[in-house]
């Protein structure tokens, strides 16, 4: 007879197994939120009472095993003494389940994340579904913090050292055959399989894991002194001290407090506790938030996607169709030029062999990419995406021809990057079915993608571009059509300032070193040279018509010399196999401060300009928009968060200061009065 609790089902089998499934109510996933915990408490108490033979713990989800912690339940900690409350309980209840008097396994049938993944290693046994879907991860790091349900001292139990903190240091996922390999995944198998496998684990009781002898030297102090040197350097070159604590926190608690459970634990909460509070983890919890709310503008039961056709083989269109392959789609991709397939279909290969590493994985991927020069798959497609050269004239075109061969209910999008859809859709019969789907470059790292709402677009075709967005697991931001829409347009002056600084006789690192020390990802003028300048200076030249950004004079003299950056091997930088040549001399810090202002500046400036006209619907859309879209400084939360931190008053004086000294280019959009009253 089953128990049934409101998240919780107990069954009892006829061999005294325990099979306890997680099923959330309301909740598309399985989260560990305080509800969940505390029925998962009473019914260990019920074990500790009436032990039965074994346990296993399944998911009653389809999609996945546990995605972790409730991220509400953080957002609302004020106070370390808060935090430690609900760490203390986390950590009693997995001390409960760690030392059962019976064997237990957790049949993982899905993404096995955060707490999720504490759980699991709380159990004596592990067992995977074998699928591609199946994903192992520590993603605390990127809220901020690191994980503080014990999983620092039983990844480090089950894992080779260096292992175990590069998963916690980078918050990287694994599948479920590489995390078998490693040791934290005791059988993969079929779906057929799960359960039959969990049984005998249960009933047979092989010895648990435990790490080879090389990891016991690894953990050693004089080891472990040396390697959390190297280990820290590494950190430091993409994560400082001052803006991301939590990965420094976790290289020093593993440095100085491995080889005693008890204090590790202790640590462990004292330090999730007081990492939770930090500016830095509410701005990465914030941007946590705004990516979930992209995620919910999807329709609950979206019409599915099969068939995509991509038409243009360039970078991006290859790239493009690749992406949607990946993500289990068929797609057809067309171009006038049997070379240009052929370099998409081997680039392709390149990012299928690299992500999917398994042979046979591979080659059905492959069989999907289907390169199609005479437009054959354009009548059968349930999406047909344009991404051809950003010209008005080209695309106008190409949209005409294509519309008469398309089934009525496809979507039609164009990918562009700068072009009002009103320009384009002048050409169609229909121009209500066509819709802006802006990815970015490089597509398959960049989590963004700009659904771009022409006057003439459809309400349904602009769900269905967002709906299409998330099944290929991408952030669709939907966003008024002008001239640039959202990124491009706030990430052009930036560009620019940065441009004018370096022919003011500012070295190139100087200027970049200065946007990474204030959080950004990479420099403005490296950016410039890896999307090539060829491709900027197009951009800003159509954004300079609407706006009047203004191209320094080098952006085009150094196109003129075929210098495109990245692609031709030299740019603002030297380039070696696609590879940056780092200069003798470093760059100097000796500017940062009046660099960071010109640069952030015009940012913040052109971000309240786009706020003002309602480029996008609010705030929290701009600030999403701009962290995934550009990488925009995770830990700062966005731009608009970023101005309300600094204050909105002295970011508008430090914008007439440098009118002042340099020009209209700095002279501050009318929205800021408006920030200003409303800031109080």
Known sequence: ????????????????????????????????????????????????????????????????????????????????????????????????????????????????????????????????????????????????????????????????????????????????????????????????????????????RPPVHRVPRMAKLLNSRPARLVLASQIRRRVSRKALLEHYPAPHAMIR??????????????????????????KTAKNLVRTFMLSKKLKGLASREPAPVRHVHVIGAGVMGADIAAWCVHRGLTVTLQDIRMESLARAKKRAWQYFRRRLKHRLLVRNAMDRFIPDMQGSGLGKADVVIEAVFEDRNIKQDLLASIEPKLRKDALLATNTSSIE???????????????????????????????????????????????????????????????????????????????????????????????????MPMGPLELADTIGLDIGLHVAESLDLAYGFGIPESFRSMVEAGKLGRKSGQGFYKWKRGKKVSPIRKPSPKHSESIQNRLVSRIANEAVACLREEIVPDRDSLDAGIVFGTGFAPFRGGVMQYIDSRGAADLLATLGSLQKQFGDRFRPDPGWHELIAEAG
């Open 253 to 278: 608690h593993w440095a100085e407090h491995y080889g005693d459970e008890e204090k590790m634990l202790q640590y462990e909460a004292s330090s999730v506790a007081e990492l939770s509070v930090t």
């Open 421 to 519: 859809i009103e320009k384009l859709c002048d050409a169609l019969a229909e121009p209500a079915r066509l819709v802006g789907i802006h990815f970015f470059n490089p597509v398959t790292r960049m989590p963004l993608i700009e659904v771009v709402n022409g006057v003439q677009t459809r309400r349904e075709v602009l769900q269905q571009a967002i709906d299409f967005s998330r099944q290929i697991d991408k952030l669709p931001l939907p966003v008024r059509s002008m001239p640039g829409f959202l990124v491009n347009r706030i990430l052009t002056p930036y560009m620019v300032e940065a441009g004018l600084l370096r022919e003011a006789g500012i070295p190139a690192g100087e200027i970049d070193l200065a946007a990474v020390r204030f959080g």
């Open 1 to 204: 007879m089953a128990l049934q609790y409101t998240h919780w089902t107990l069954d009892q089998d006829d061999q005294d197994l325990a099979w306890l499934t997680l099923d959330v109510a309301d909740s598309r996933t399985n989260i560990l939120s305080l509800s969940v915990l505390d029925e998962f408490r009473q019914i260990l108490e019920r074990f500790e009472e009436h032990t039965p033979a074994g346990i296993a713990i399944v998911s009653g989800k389809s999609r996945g095993f546990i995605a972790g912690a409730d991220i509400k339940e953080f957002t609302e900690i004020t106070r370390v003494q808060q935090a430690l409350e609900k760490i203390y309980l986390g950590h009693s209840i997995m001390d409960q389940l760690d030392h059962l008097f019976c064997p237990t396994v957790a049949v993982i049938n899905g993404f096995c994340l955060g707490g999720g993944l504490e759980l699991a290693l709380c159990c004596d046994y592990r067992v995977a579904l074998d699928d591609p879907g199946v994903r192992f991860s520590f993603p605390e790091i990127k809220l901020g913090i690191h994980p503080g349900y014990g999983g620092t001292v039983r990844a480090l139990r089950h894992l080779n050292p260096l292992t175990a903190m590069d998963l916690m240091l980078t918050g990287r996922s694994i599948d479920a055959r590489r995390a078998n390999k490693i040791g934290l995944v005791d059988h993969v198998v079929p779906e057929r399989q799960l359960r039959s496998a969990a049984r005998r684990l249960l009933l047979n």
